[in-house]
């Protein structure tokens, strides 16, 4: 039997707003629980829901960057059902005319994935469930944070095109970056800002199989694994003639595997009908001009990288993390020397970096084009200059560093007066090598260095005696 | 006493502030038999905020409601006041927060006396629904003073506030106002502002005026209307005419009104108003076809969008709480509260949003109100204003109306204005007895000056 995986997205994300989506709270601030909440985001009596602009603007922006149809004009609904993390007994979302509709990402493989809707709506209360397996049903005691309650989130469902596990984790990867490059989202998976639900089903023959929606992944490995887990899972069933469940399940990091969490009740009546508390979205000419302020693009970055690094792969990965990118962008746009700048920024910083325990944003930009200046101006060498970015990582000038450190090259001159120091304090060396012995030459080299505490580049050292010894 | 006369007199030193309190707290002891309120501020307090008006007064300060007595209908959120709406579920509840008119009330220097008894959750037309006993008609203590705003009205009829705010999704100001003899409106959709005023039915909802004259209710109008940013469906609505000026000369006497079963008494205190209008305008048949059927599609409409407004009464952030092992058992509990006609609205309001069910009902009824809508735009090319009864009914005895459809009955007159967000006036039309007769007035949308001054015209003559 031949087998098909097949998978299609629903992704939440969480917009950087500085307000939530219906109310003016902060959307960051102190993690103690309920200390960005007001009667609106819990749903006292008598409150009323405001658009956020900003979120409408982000959201546009995105669409912008997918292709997409924008809706000029698009509605809010309620979701009407009862759990305790939704404090009206509704979710205000988008239902019948999303404000984004039929756009398509596409991927660095060139695989073009169709993107159905993306909708406005808000978060939810982050619940935790004490005393049983994150469920609410046997839970001890449900504690609720409602600073996560009307969080904007865009909801991004993409069409059933995804053919591996693989797949589906570089396409959430390319997404994050996205995302992050249009400034909208920091989209990390580990505290939710981007959760990702996918709806897998194995293909048999040719013929459609049973499908299953898979929760709580954490991350795009988490994601790689529970889509793996499931894939075989299904294999399994369909070559024991096992029938499959339609069920929810979710991802168990510890073990690796997924685990069945509620079946999808076929008859779930959310009672959809017009939010009779806001007008109609209306999407002005001057909104869609306002929503090119969120302009950056991961798949111009990855154009740059690709300039740069010549190989997919690499020029993938660098354009994925933004910061690296950044840095990397900064330097060869001084002037860098592009293999210097690969080393520099592919391997060294993300070393120093972690035994450092900091992040790319925590490096000063213009403290690490100061290493390329000297470097261009020949004014240090690359053991300097290797020594200069860890003084960056330490949060050191490293200017000002290799100044009172005496690390600067002495220039031309000074070589020249250093060497016919050396050559005039060893005539027995000069004499051996006029002989014709020019393994001396490294002592030379040596000596030299150590005069100009390694400041001199190694290979004008030797230029310069040799140019001197021939004399 | 108009307000416009209080500030006069106050000017002349006839009067104080503090008069008027002295005044209100009087007719306040009347409300041990009433039941308007639900709750009362210390009398101490009122009158420190009316020495507080009258030293305003004194330094030149004027403002447009300066030291007068306010009621506030208890599903309207009154900072660190409880707001209970009449039910038990929120018996404990106290409002973080000021609706926009009652900040809007306060910054026009009105004095808060208290809150007043509903309909739980504004629903019904009697004020027998609160959880907390009825509110009787201060013009005969055996009847009620309609609903579901019957303690705001009471609250105006008897002297215990000046003005008082109540709500209006079906008729819950007019009704009222016509049960207890005073002038009760409701604006245009949108023209005041819902931030605050706990919902019931939200594309019907509006908060409307009590107030014993219409230029009062002018007064308290021209301080409340306007476009608030809590409020996405507020809108600023255009200013003007004069009381002196309102252009209107033709009214429309609705065709379908004749067939809908008027009381004998009703029907002839108002067949007397509309012969004295004529001598002052041209009377003019209209037809509004749906006007019956708008009845039915209002309770699809309102319990529909009650059920979700109400979802949120599930005892856990706020309100009354109940002892439960699971969240599911505490949400049942808790929503148990609710009195008969609320579980009754919730109920159909579920069963008309429900898969399969939505299309012939929740969707029909929608259709019908667009319909409404039309009906009035076409009325409205050929005559300025509507007029109808309030009520098709007297007030009636508390307890005597037990069939909830018979209740249902008493909004026949003012729902379909609430459907086509149009503003719509009782006025006093007349008495049979001892008992009030209210007439309707309905003009279009955001001529709700128009429509107060035309009310206020018919005072002066
Ligand atoms: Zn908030």
Same mark, same amino acid.
């Given at each position: 039997m031949a087998y098909k995986f097949v998978a299609g997205l629903e992704i939440h994300v969480q917009l950087k707003t500085k307000s939530k989506m219906f109310c003016s709270c902060p959307t960051e601030g102190p993690d103690t629980p309920n200390s960005r909440v007001c009667p609106i985001c819990l749903g006292h009596p008598g409150t009323l829901p405001v658009i956020n602009k900003e979120a409408v603007?982000?959201?546009?922006?995105?669409?912008? /960057?997918?292709?997409?149809?924008?809706?000029?004009?698009?509605?809010?609904?309620?979701?009407?059902?009862?759990?305790?993390?939704?404090?009206?007994?509704?979710?205000?979302?988008?239902?019948?005319?999303?404000?984004?509709?039929?756009?398509?990402?596409?991927?660095?493989?060139?695989?073009?994935?169709?993107?159905?809707?993306?909708?406005?709506e808000e978060d939810a209360a982050k619940s935790v469930h004490i005393g049983s397996s994150g469920r609410l049903t046997g839970s001890q005691q449900i504690l609720l944070d409602f600073n996560r309650s009307g969080i904007p989130l865009a909801e991004i469902v993409t069409e059933p095109v995804f053919e591996s596990p693989e797949e589906v984790a570089m396409f959430v990867e390319e997404l994050q970056a996205t995302l992050?490059?249009?400034?909208?989202?920091?989209?990390m998976m580990e505290n939710g800002q981007l959760r990702c639900d996918v709806n897998v089903s194995v293909e048999v023959d040719g013929k459609e199989g049973t499908r299953v929606e898979i929760k709580n992944m954490n991350s795009t490995k988490a994601i790689r694994q529970a889509l793996s887990f499931e894939y075989e899972r299904h294999v399994r069933a369909y070559e024991a003639g096992v029938q499959l469940q339609v069920e929810t399940r979710t991802f168990d990091e510890q073990s690796g595997e997924t685990k069945a969490m509620r079946r999808k009740e076929t008859s779930e009546d959310y009672r959809y009908f017009p939010e009779p508390d806001l007008l109609e979205l209306h999407v002005t000419d001057e909104l869609m001009e306002e929503a090119n302020k969120y302009n950056g693009s991961f798949h111009e970055a990855y154009k740059d990288a690709l300039t740069w690094l010549g190989r997919e792969k690499e020029a993938r990965a660098l354009a994925l993390n933004k910061e690296q990118f950044s840095v990397f962008k900064a330097l060869v746009t001084k002037g860098g020397d592009i293999k210097y700048v690969s080393r520099a920024v592919l391997i060294e910083l993300p070393n120093m970096l972690s035994e450092e325990g900091k992040s790319w944003?925590?490096?000063?930009?213009?403290?690490?084009?100061?290493?390329?200046?000297?470097?261009?101006q020949g004014k240090i060498t690359m053991a300097v200059a290797r020594e200069l970015l860890w003084q960056t990582v330490r949060g050191n000038d490293p200017l000002e560093y290799a100044r009172s450190h005496g690390l600067l090259n002495a220039g031309a001159t000074d070589l020249e007066a250093v060497v016919a120091d050396v050559l005039a304090k060893n005539p027995d060396v000069v004499e051996k090598y006029k002989k014709g012995n020019t393994n001396v030459l490294s002592f030379l080299v040596g000596q030299v260095m150590k005069q100009t505490k390694g400041t001199a580049k190694p290979d004008a050292v030797r230029e310069v005696l040799i140019k001197r010894l021939s004399e | 006493m108009k307000i416009g006369d209080i500030f006069e007199r106050r000017q002349r030193g006839e009067l104080t502030f503090q008069s008027i309190m002295e005044l209100t707290l009087n007719n306040l002891e009347?409300?041990?038999?009433?039941?308007?309120?639900?709750?009362?501020?210390?009398?101490?307090?009122?009158?420190?905020?009316?020495?507080?008006?009258?030293?305003?007064?004194?330094?030149?300060?004027?403002?447009?409601?300066?030291?007068?007595?306010?009621?506030?209908?208890?599903?309207?959120?009154?900072?660190?006041?409880?707001?209970?709406?009449?039910?038990?579920?929120?018996?404990?509840?106290? /409002?973080?927060?000021?609706?926009?008119?009652?900040?809007?009330?306060?910054? /026009?220097?009105?004095?808060?006396? @208290?809150?007043?008894?509903?309909?739980?959750?504004?629903m019904g037309s009697s004020t027998e629904n609160s959880a907390f006993g009825p509110t009787r008609n201060p013009l005969d203590t055996n009847l009620v003073p309609g609903g579901s705003s019957g303690g705001s009205a009471a609250a105006v009829a008897a002297g215990m506030s000046l003005l008082a705010l109540g709500s209006d999704t079906g008729g819950s100001v007019r009704q009222p106002a016509a049960f207890t003899g005073i002038v009760g409106f409701k604006p245009s959709y949108g023209a005041i502002s819902r931030y605050g005023l706990v919902a019931f039915a939200s594309s019907l909802d509006q908060i409307g005026i009590f107030a014993a004259n219409t230029m009062d209710a002018l007064l308290g109008a021209f301080v409340l209307f306007g476009k608030d940013p809590m409020d996405s469906t507020s809108t600023e609505i255009p200013i003007g005419p004069e009381p002196s000026q309102h252009n209107v000369r033709r009214i429309g006497v609705i065709k379908e009104l004749s067939s809908l079963g008027l009381q004998p008494d009703?029907?002839?205190?108002?067949?007397?108003?509309?012969?004295?209008?004529?001598?002052?305008?041209?009377?003019?048949?209209?037809?509004?076809?749906?006007w019956e059927e708008a009845l039915a599609a209002y309770y699809f409409v309102a319990p529909a969008e009650a059920s979700a407004n109400l979802a949120r009464y599930d005892g856990v952030r706020y309100g009354s709480t109940v002892e439960a092992n699971t969240y599911w058992q505490s949400v049942r509990m808790a929503r148990s509260l609710f009195g008969d006609e609320v579980k009754r609205?919730?109920?159909? @309001?579920?069963?008309?949003?429900?898969?399969?069910y939505k299309d012939a009902m929740y969707d029909k009824a929608q259709a019908l109100r667009q319909w409404l809508i039309y009906e009035f735009?076409?009325?409205?090319?050929?005559?300025?204003?509507?007029?109808?009864?309030?009520?098709?009914?007297?007030?009636?005895?508390i307890g005597a109306v037990s069939d909830p459809v018979e209740m249902y009955k008493c909004d026949l007159f003012t729902i379909p204005a609430n459907l086509a967000y149009l503003?719509?006036?009782?006025?006093?039309a007349g008495f049979t007895g001892n008992l009030p007769v209210g007439a309707q007035f309905i003009a279009p949308r955001m001529q709700d000056y128009k429509l107060l001054s035309f009310a206020a015209s018919l005072e002066v003559r």
């Open positions: 603007l982000m959201t546009l922006a995105l669409g912008k /960057a997918m292709n997409a149809r924008i809706n000029r004009v698009s509605k809010f609904h309620r979701k009407n059902y009862f759990y305790p993390d939704l404090p009206k007994g509704y979710q205000i979302t988008q239902y019948d005319v999303p404000l984004i509709e039929d756009g398509v990402f596409v991927m660095i493989t060139g695989k073009k994935v169709p993107i159905r809707r993306i909708h406005l992050r490059y249009l400034g909208i989202s920091d989209a944003d925590q490096l000063n930009e213009s403290h690490l084009s100061s290493i390329i200046d000297l470097l261009t | 009347k409300d041990e038999l009433l039941h308007a309120f639900l709750y009362k501020r210390p009398p101490e307090e009122l009158m420190k905020e009316a020495q507080q008006a009258d030293a305003l007064w004194d330094q030149g300060i004027r403002k447009p409601l300066q030291g007068i007595p306010v009621a506030i209908k208890d599903n309207i959120c009154v900072e660190g006041l409880p707001c209970t709406c009449g039910s038990k579920i929120l018996e404990n509840y106290v /409002a973080p927060y000021d609706a926009t008119v009652v900040k809007k009330l306060k910054e /026009a220097g009105a004095i808060i006396v @208290g809150k007043t008894n509903l309909d739980e959750f504004a009703v029907e002839r205190v108002y067949t007397q108003f509309l012969n004295t209008l004529a001598k002052q305008y041209e009377l003019v048949e209209v037809s509004i076809p749906h609205r919730i109920l159909l @309001g579920t069963f008309a949003l429900s898969a399969g735009n076409e009325a409205f090319r050929t005559v300025d204003i509507i007029v109808s009864p309030t009520t098709p009914n007297l007030p009636f005895p503003p719509a006036i009782s006025v006093p």
